[in-house]
């Protein structure tokens, strides 16, 4: 497991770097310091392993449960925007998604499926709590969330470049402009922290490549 993580990560900072066409699996292998015999045994072309990179981007981040799940939704997403600050197997993933040097039969999209399940059923739960406006469906509501938090990431890569130094602040933003339309007012008396610093005070698992 320790080989296939140093694979994976190493990978991950080359496609970050230079992207998928430009990355080879001799850089790789020079990267992580590792033969070929070590590499082929977990991965046989470099799709494996942009899959297996693009496999980990949801679970990177595990956020234990909260008894708010408007409060675990918005730590779900301070958690991934430190992530894409400090973690090159995260910034990978949307480099993936967005670089044009990446081959068709590659599913570079499954990642922001996978997000937009995952905030559904967090919205499922805040609507069964009865903290879901009643304008929104949890899938309607996901897909909006999931949109603006890509939107705000892209244009803080954009902006300030690979660390996305300025995320934390869209994010903040993301919420202070959405919550008011979104939750009801129950949920917003009940206090919900999104302030910009939040990620300090987040409950969550640190990254995992599986």
């Known amino acids: 497991m320790e080989t296939r993580s140093r694979i994976i990560h190493a990978a991950a900072e080359l496609f970050d770097e230079k992207g998928y066409a430009a990355t080879s699996i001799s850089m790789i292998l020079d990267r992580a310091q590792l033969t070929k015999g070590a590499l082929y045994h977990h991965f046989h072309t470099k799709n494996q392993i942009a899959e297996a990179l693009l496999a980990v981007q949801v679970p990177m ?5 909260q008894e708010s799940k408007w409060q675990e939704t918005i730590d779900t997403s301070f958690a991934y ?4 600050q400090t973690h090159p197997v995260a910034r990978a993933g949307v480099r993936l998604s967005i ?6 039969e590659l599913d570079v999209h499954g990642p922001a499926r996978q997000w ?4 559904t059923y967090l919205m499922t739960q805040v609507d069964a709590m009865g903290h ?10 996901a897909e909006l969330l999931q ?10 890569l954009q902006i300030t470049g690979p660390l996305r130094s300025d995320l934390h602040e869209r994010i903040e933003s993301m919420w ?8 009801t007012m129950s949920a917003l008396k009940g206090g919900l922290d999104y302030d910009a610093d939040r990620w300090n005070r987040i409950r969550w698992e ?5």
């Open 61 to 65: 981040s595990k956020i234990l449960p």
């Open 81 to 84: 925007t430190r992530l894409l």
């Open 99 to 104: 670089d044009g040097g990446v081959p068709p």
């Open 116 to 119: 937009i399940e995952l905030v």
């Open 132 to 141: 879901l406006s009643a304008d929104w469906a949890p899938r309607s509501a």
């Open 147 to 156: 949109s603006t938090f890509v939107g705000a990431q892209l244009t803080s």
């Open 176 to 183: 202070k402009g959405l919550l008011p339309g979104m939750a």
């Open 206 to 210: 640190g990254p995992s490549m599986g």
